[in-house]
């Protein structure tokens, strides 16, 4: 998975942004790769400012029955004062749109977070010891990746919050729910990654020098075993908002009074579908579909970029692999699952 | 996500026939651990909370009652005991009762599992029939426009949650249209004639078609076209990823330039020489579809009230009956384990790279 561009014969150093991950990838791509990871990040960008600015954007409050006219009514059509029409629950369509992004990017951050800490960890102790505790964790890890991970969702759900709850534990329910499904990825792609560079030889002369397992752990393996860590933090950012939208629809969601839920408006809008009312499932269900779309618009290219046999190069024929050169391939496939 | 071909491992036995006897021993035995470890996970997990009867009546009875009510189920022994005594239940296939409605965890299952499973053969026909040929399409266009297309709706194939894409199915065909029933596995009378079928089969279709009735076949098979297109587009989509991933990989191939340096056409290479090799990586991801095609039958299964397994466990979940919970969750993982199982046996058959 060498970067190209750092096979490349030393050039002037580049400035620092161009060397994050993202923006290098972005200087990288080309033509229909290149517009996959901009369409990507423009969506992933207009839900990250509709979840911060989501006070000021929404006209109504989440959880708004009534104004200064009155209640708002249930299942109204979308009108000049309610742009999407209100749900059954007498609630602005739009309002609560905007609000459930807030609720998503929560959930994506404190999941994401939390199973790349334990995961990462795991992974590291168990790559880098070996052993039985590897082997048992590895059974684990595979074990629980097997399983359907919206049933384990929602048995976590029932563990956490007993089902219903206010909104920090709504979101910490969903979140970590969605931790112990993504954990086994983690460990599974840092374990190997820490295999493959454990044997190197900066890691021996680490060893003779005489620093310890942590100071090597952290110093000179993590560092170098974190490469592939964007690319599944984008594409569980948008596993996240479907399990929680899952769980939100089977009733374990949010409770409209304490948070805007996608996943929970389209569950009550089940009823409506039938009577031909369509306001109140189209718009929620499109947030959900556009921002789990740019999301992995942006994984999906940095997949492609990130594999030499997928990715398009800027000038010349076809790359590498038509010079007969054996590409060391084998330690990155099937890890990415 | 995107799966691609594996690696052929270097040779290490040379003793043919017999390895593969040996590697399905192995992973028969590996079902065992990982059945104990989910079940174990879910026992644990589902316990810290309390009881199943606190849960899902607390509030409700007086706490003499409830206390009762405990101590009569048993939930008030030491905590190993009662997890030894669901172990020994599930080893004789006894997955517990429900709460609120006292049926054996394994009668729900035998009762509503055929529904899942009709849902699920339906989906897979739709997945294959879709996937797998415009994948190859896609790859044989690769980097131009059919291809752009193609994996765009791909990925909306996955963006969309099943629930919200049965829903939008619903609106058009059932609503608008007014061409496609709205909800369930057959219009009541028919229901009523399945019933009289002797020794039902549980899978409508089949029972359908030993009526001989037409109009019972059609209503069954109409029913059937929303979940199935709601539940099959989702794994369709993965399916073409991945056979476009894997068809690109043996275009490159040194057996495929070397036919293509023979100058034998395009069209020919893919049909005749990239093409099958690129479908023996998808036999090995099936088992991990059957996860995905689990987990999203319980949401198709409740978007169309469809009463099968998954159906039945949202239910259960609105009922708080926590038991049932547990035991259809149990149940399930050894499904997954078992298919998992023959999905490897088939795919070690298959291509003998598989085995160790």
Redesign the interface.
């Known amino acids: 998975m060498a970067d190209a561009t750092e096979l490349a014969p030393p050039t002037v150093r580049r400035s620092w942004w161009t060397r994050l991950p993202v923006v290098s990838q972005l200087r990288q791509s080309i033509?229909?790769q290149r517009g996959?990871l901009i369409a990507g990040l423009v969506l992933a960008a207009i839900f990250v400012l509709a979840a911060v600015f989501a006070p000021l954007l929404a006209p109504y409050g989440y959880s708004q029955l009534r104004d200064a006219a009155g209640t708002f009514g249930a299942q109204q059509p979308p009108s000049a004062e309610h742009l999407l029409g209100t749900t059954v629950g007498g609630y602005d369509v739009l309002s609560r749109v905007i609000w459930g992004s807030r609720t998503a990017l929560l959930v994506i951050v404190v999941a994401v977070t939390a199973s790349i800490l334990v995961g990462v960890l795991l992974g590291l102790i168990s790559g880098y010891f070996g052993g039985w505790l590897d082997r048992v964790l590895v059974?684990?890890a595979?074990?629980?990746y097997?399983?359907?991970?919206?049933?384990l969702a929602?048995?976590?759900a029932?563990?956490i919050s007993?089902?219903q709850s206010s909104m920090w534990g709504g979101i910490f329910a969903a979140a970590l729910s969605i931790t112990v499904i993504f954990i086994p990825q983690y460990l599974r792609v840092t374990r190997s990654e820490v295999i493959r560079i454990k044997s190197e030889a900066f890691v021996e002369s680490a060893r003779v020098i005489g620093a310890g397992h942590v100071r090597i752990m952290s110093r000179h393996v993590l560092r170098n075993s974190t490469r592939t860590l964007p690319l599944i933090l984008t594409?569980n950012a948008?596993e996240a908002i479907?399990t929680l939208?899952?769980l939100g629809?089977?009733?374990?969601g949010i409770e409209p009074t304490a948070a805007a839920e996608w996943?929970y408006d389209?569950n009550k809008?089940?009823s409506d579908?039938?009577?031909?009312i369509?306001w109140t499932?189209?718009f929620p269900?499109l947030a959900?579909?556009?921002v789990?779309?740019g999301l992995?618009?942006v994984?999906?290219s940095l997949?492609?970029l990130a594999?030499p046999?997928?990715r398009?190069r800027a000038a010349g024929p076809e790359p590498v692999?038509?010079l007969g050169v054996e590409l060391p391939?084998?330690q990155q496939?099937?890890e990415?699952? | 996500m995107t799966t691609t071909v594996e690696q052929p491992a270097p040779e290490t036995t040379s003793k043919g026939g017999g390895s593969l006897g040996r590697y399905i021993a192995v992973r028969a035995l590996l079902i065992i651990p990982t059945v104990f470890i989910l079940v174990t996970t879910v026992f644990v997990l589902m316990r810290t909370t309390g009881d199943p009867i606190t849960a899902s009546q607390g509030g409700r009875l007086p706490p003499e009652q409830l206390a009762e009510r405990i101590h009569a189920a048993g939930y008030d022994r030491p905590i190993l005991v009662q997890y030894w005594d669901y172990l020994t239940g599930i080893l004789h296939g006894d997955f517990g009762t429900t709460l609120s409605d006292h049926r054996p965890v394994t009668e729900v299952l035998t009762t509503f599992g055929t529904a899942t499973l009709e849902l699920a053969i339906y989906a897979l026909i739709v997945a294959f029939l879709l996937g797998i040929p415009l994948g190859r399409l896609a790859a044989f266009h690769r980097d131009k426009a059919p291809d752009a297309v193609l994996r765009v709706l791909a990925i909306l194939a996955y963006a969309t949650p099943v629930f919200f894409a049965g829903l939008m199915l619903k609106l058009v065909f059932s609503v608008w249209l007014n061409v496609l029933p709205v909800a369930g596995r057959a219009s009541t009378r028919t229901e009523l004639t399945l019933q009289k079928v002797d020794n039902p089969t549980g899978i409508y279709l089949v029972d359908a078609l030993r009526t001989g009735d037409p109009a019972v076949i059609g209503d069954v098979l109409t029913h059937a076209v929303l979940p199935a297109l709601t539940l099959g587009l989702l794994t369709a989509g993965v399916f073409l990823r991945l056979v476009r991933t894997n068809v690109i990989s043996t275009f490159g191939a040194g057996y495929v330039e070397a036919a293509r340096s023979r100058g034998v056409a395009e069209r020919r290479l893919l049909r005749k020489h990239a093409y099958k090799p690129a479908l023996i990586p998808i036999v090995t991801v099936i088992g991990l579809q059957i996860a995905l095609l689990l987990g999203g039958a319980v949401l198709t299964e409740t978007t169309f009230e469809w009463k099968g397994l998954g159906f039945q466990l949202a239910q259960y979940l609105q009922a708080r009956d926590f038991v049932a919970v547990q035991g259809i969750v149990a149940v399930l993982a050894v499904i997954v384990a078992v298919t998992n199982f023959i999905v490897d046996i088939i795919a070690a058959l298959i291509d003998p790279r598989v085995r160790y």
């Not at chain 1, 097997?146 to 049933?151: C, V």
């Not at chain 1, 629809?249 to 374990?252: A, E, H, I, K, R």
Request: charged share 15%; hydrophobic share 55%.
């Open positions: 033509g229909l996959m059974m684990i595979d074990a629980i097997a399983f359907p991970s919206l049933l929602i048995v976590l029932i563990v007993g089902g594409l948008s479907l939208a899952g629809f089977l009733g374990f996943g389209l809008s089940l579908v039938t009577a031909g369509w499932s189209i269900g959900i579909v556009l789990v779309l992995t618009l994984g999906e997949n492609d594999d046999r997928l398009k692999e038509d391939a084998g496939e099937g990415q699952r």
